[in-house]
């Protein structure tokens, strides 16, 4: 029988890369200072994919090559990861600490590399510190999951996989908005060789910090499992990551939640390569406030990223908040698609800020909903394949928008990329909420009342609680949240039968007006039906 304490916690003796003692479920101390270095060195190697994208015509005037040229230094990140798929799957056989230090010591010597390459012709050498660090990210990608999953308990571990994957997008606004600020548009290139060389020492330092604390900081895993889903794993996943990959594929839900994560994610990796170029075509000068715009974006991006995590951990709706999510990233993006050349910077400020928090707070919500599609498969075999369809997709936008940027403008490029996020809508809406994780960790169910209910939560008024004392007990398993499933057998009887009829064939039948906006739903159906025709279904 497994002891269950899931707020009692580990002193940091307790973290070791011994065997774990499954008969006690405990959660560390070191469990924060572990996400929190991995974060940063997610954080540094981000930085260095973007920071030549974000003044892509300076370093096109100091290196006198094509402005496509400098795009494919970002490209490289997401074209390299490909083939080299493979290798964080080797987060299963040598585990967290081995690849977090191959990760971290790559990500440093990219670094250095760079800083060879201060010269107009050479190019190459700046070519190849960037490809050192694109193999740094193959095994830095695949860990929030994992990490969250290793380290934390079920009630954190949605937060924990927000804080890992935020570094990562934090590395991204500051590689919008240090690069411009530390490498200003000057034609003479010596001079602009020593700005340049400022930017690469500083990011080789942090990088060689990081490196270090990595060493300090990183265990392989805890002496204690932190969830009961993490004290049962052990014995039900295979090690074989080809066999997992085939169980994977015919998983008709993760499939199609790798196909819209995709384009998603891949919609952001095109959108921030071009985003320099897009705004300076409208704005020309404002390179400065192009990495502000970029900041803007991504800034609201990690607060989006945060506020998910804790929803999610909180209600564990990962089906509903997925897709609003991603509704809301199609809405942020259509406006950016038609305000972008208004000639008002504020108005692209405010829209990609918008866009930015729907668009990166969905990366963690693929994360977390693909751990709970695939469970008790290892996690770094399902995010190594949730990472690879943003690159493939990411390479091809990217690509793709260049193109038509160059030919008809910023806008039908964008109304591109507007047609793919559509697809993903639709083709999350038909994913199956089938939380394997949830049904592992989950409690007995208890008795409460609606009123009990109503007392819960903050959300619910005075006004509501009238209503909700007209149901009996329900079960309720661990409450997070509700929805509202109407069954009316005598529609002719209520106060309105046609207006009754109407709003049940229009809103109710369908089930997803109840699942958005359950509030409104519960009171609209207490005034037309009586409650034993209505049945309120909870969420865990």
Avoid at 229 to 254: E, M, Y
Avoid at 421 to 442: E, S
Avoid at 512 to 523: E, S, V
Wanted: aromatic share 12%.
């Amino acid at each position: 029988m497994v002891n269950e304490d899931p707020n009692q916690q580990e002193g940091d003796d307790s973290s070791s890369s011994g065997p774990e003692d499954l008969s006690v479920i405990k959660v560390s101390k070191r469990r924060w200072a572990v996400v929190l270095v991995f974060s940063c060195y997610s954080m540094c190697n981000a930085f260095q994919w973007i920071q030549y994208a974000s003044i892509n015509n300076i370093f096109t005037n100091f290196y006198g090559v094509t402005a496509f040229a400098i795009d494919w230094l970002s490209l490289c990140y997401m074209l390299i990861y490909i083939p080299l798929l493979p290798l964080s799957w080797l987060l299963e056989k040598f585990g967290l600490r081995t690849i977090a230090l191959t990760g971290s010591v790559l990500n440093c010597l990219g670094a250095w590399v760079k800083l060879g390459s201060l010269k107009p012709h050479l190019f190459p050498v700046t070519v190849l510190g960037q490809v050192i660090c694109s193999v740094a990210q193959v095994f830095i990608l695949g860990m929030p999951s994992r990490v969250a999953s290793v380290w934390f308990g079920a009630n954190e571990v949605s937060t924990a996989c927000s804080i890992a994957v935020l570094g990562n997008q934090l590395g991204i606004a500051i590689g919008f908005l240090v690069p411009p600020v530390l490498v200003p548009n000057i034609q003479d290139r010596d001079k602009l060789a020593y700005h340049i060389s400022i930017m690469f020492y500083i990011i080789g330092g942090v990088a060689t910090l990081l490196f270090i604390l990595v060493i300090i900081v990183f265990k392989e895993k805890p002496k204690h499992p932190p969830s009961r889903a993490q004290s049962q794993k052990p014995a039900l996943t295979s090690s074989d990551a080809l066999s997992a990959i085939i169980r994977l594929f015919k998983n008709l839900n993760f499939v199609l939640l790798v196909i819209s994560y995709g384009l998603n994610a891949g919609a952001f990796y095109a959108l921030s390569t071009l985003l320099n170029r897009m705004v300076i075509l409208h704005y020309p000068g404002e390179e400065v406030n192009a990495g502000r715009i970029g900041l803007t974006m991504t800034i609201a991006g990690i607060l989006g990223t945060v506020i998910t995590g804790i929803w999610l951990d909180k209600t564990k709706t990962y089906k509903e908040t997925t897709l609003v999510v991603y509704i809301m990233t199609l809405v942020g993006m259509v406006v950016y698609t038609f305000t972008l050349n208004l000639a008002h910077l504020w108005v692209v400020f405010i829209t990609t800020g918008t866009m930015g928090f729907f668009m990166t707070g969905y990366l963690p919500l693929g994360f977390e909903f693909a751990v709970e599609l695939t469970y008790p498969e290892p996690e770094a075999v399902s995010a190594g394949l949730l990472n690879v369809c943003p690159q493939v997709f990411g390479i091809m936008f990217t690509i793709s928008q260049d193109q038509i940027i160059g030919k008809y403008g910023a806008m039908p490029a964008n109304i591109f990329l507007c047609v793919f996020l559509t697809l993903g809508v639709v083709l999350t809406a038909f994913i199956k909420a089938d939380l394997r994780r949830q049904k592992v960790n989950g409690k007995n169910p208890k008795n409460v009342s609606m009123w009990e209910l109503a007392g819960q939560s903050s959300e619910f008024l005075a006004l509501l609680r009238m209503w909700l004392h007209r149901w009996g007990p329900v079960e309720l398993p661990e409450w997070t949240g509700f929805m509202v499933a109407v069954r009316p057998s005598q529609l002719s009887q209520t106060w309105r039968p046609e207006f009754a009829q109407w709003v049940f064939q229009h809103c109710f039948s369908a089930g997803l007006f109840q699942a958005l906006f359950p509030l409104p739903a519960l009171l609209l159906a207490s005034l037309l039906w009586s409650p034993e025709d209505i049945t309120i279904v909870t969420v865990c």
